[in-house]
Nanobody, 121 residues
């Protein structure tokens, strides 16, 4: 079973930056599409950014021009660079990966444990 480890959240002032990471570990697997979601208190979870196995990216309108998603396929890791952070970016951020299990010959979704991002002065 693949395990995910998220890191990089924290408290930052408005206008600041954070970089989130999500690393997958395990045996006999590969990662297809990778995504970042976020969920603010009292709100539904929303898709923030996505990156395909070929590197094609897609960003939510609310973060375009401020956030960037990237991946390191050799390390099975996805990143979310967040710049010009706003208080409304405050949320728990989750990575979500499409994992191909080569032993089972099957694809399944895997969620990270979530990391808190708080933007406040």
């Amino acid at each position: 079973q693949v395990q995910l480890m998220e890191s990089g959240g924290g408290l930052v002032q408005p206008g600041g930056s954070l970089r989130l990471s999500c690393a997958a570990s395990g045996f006999m697997f590969s990662i297809n599409d990778m995504r970042w979601y976020r969920q603010a208190p009292g709100k539904q979870r929303e898709l923030v950014a996505a990156i395909s196995v070929n590197g094609r990216t897609d960003l939510a309108d609310s973060v375009k021009g401020r956030f960037a998603i990237s991946r390191d396929n050799a390390k099975n890791t996805v990143f979310l660079q967040m710049n010009s952070l706003k208080p409304e970016d405050t949320a728990v951020y989750y990575c979500n990966l499409d994992v191909f299990d080569s032993k089972l010959g099957a694809v399944y979704e895997k969620w990270g444990q979530g990391t808190q991002v708080t933007v406040s002065s």
